[in-house]
């Protein structure tokens, strides 16, 4: 079984520029989130879908970051501008819903971002 | 917000040692999750215990819940030096959102 997809893996862009992610997660997956792990830290959840809805989205910052699942499959995250605390590992990760319950989480090799 | 808080932050061990690291947390849960973060990787799910679960092992692995003190322990019996990592607890409510503690790091020496 392939894993959780993401691209590129590493990125280095300049403060108020844009940058977009990729993720695609592990077919039949239907939740998908997004983390951010600054260095040293946990992650932390940006946005969970549940197919192409959004379940949770209280801690993304709206005002620079979005993310889309189009068509309940792959997802894309964008930041715009960025800012130097921008920088950190964006994870993606998938997992299934067995009744009401979620299970494990399978996540993606994360997309390294320097914002200079 | 980081939910849980784990304890140690460093934790430097001997190859063939047991390892044990705590984590606390603040509000119910449904249940409690260990993932272990090589350098430079992505998270690996190690174990998940259930609010109504009290102790669960894998392999070499045993982890409790106490929900009355909302707490956990991973315990790594017999440790070796690839299971230098850091590990990180967390929880997660009925919608499936995880809150993730700061970590623990571990190191194995041969």
């Known amino acids: 079984e392939a894993g959780v997809a993401q691209s590129p893996r590493y990125k280095i862009i300049e403060k108020r520029q844009s940058v977009a992610f990729w993720c695609n997660p592990i077919s039949g997956h239907a939740t998908l989130y997004w983390y951010q792990q600054i260095l040293g830290q946990g992650p932390k959840l940006l946005i969970q879908?549940?197919?192409?809805?959004?379940?949770?989205d209280s801690q993304l910052p709206k005002d620079r970051f979005s993310a889309e699942r189009l068509k309940g499959v792959d997802s894309t995250l964008k930041i715009q501008p960025a800012k130097l605390e921008d920088s950190a590992v964006y994870l993606c990760?998938?997992?299934?819903?067995?009744?009401?319950?979620?299970?494990?989480?399978?996540f993606g090799p994360g997309t390294r971002l320097t914002v200079l | 917000s980081q939910q849980g808080e784990e304890d140690p932050q460093a934790l430097s061990i001997q190859e063939g040692e047991n390892a044990t690291m705590n984590c606390s947390y603040k509000t119910s849960i449904n249940n409690l999750q260990w993932y272990r973060q090589n350098s430079g990787r992505g998270l690996v799910h190690l174990i998940l215990i259930r609010s109504n679960e009290r102790e669960k092992h894998s392999g070499r692995l045993r982890v409790t819940l106490d929900t009355s003190k909302k707490s956990s322990s991973l315990l790594i019996t017999a440790s070796r030096a690839a299971d230098t990592a850091s590990y990180f607890c967390?929880?997660?409510?009925?919608?499936?959102?995880?809150?993730f503690g700061q970590g623990t790091t571990l190191q194995v020496k041969p």
């Open positions: 967390a929880t997660s409510s009925n919608t499936g959102k995880l809150i």
């Open positions: 990760a998938s997992s299934t819903l067995q009744g009401v319950s979620y299970n494990e989480q399978f």
């Open positions: 879908f549940q197919n192409n809805g959004v379940v949770d």
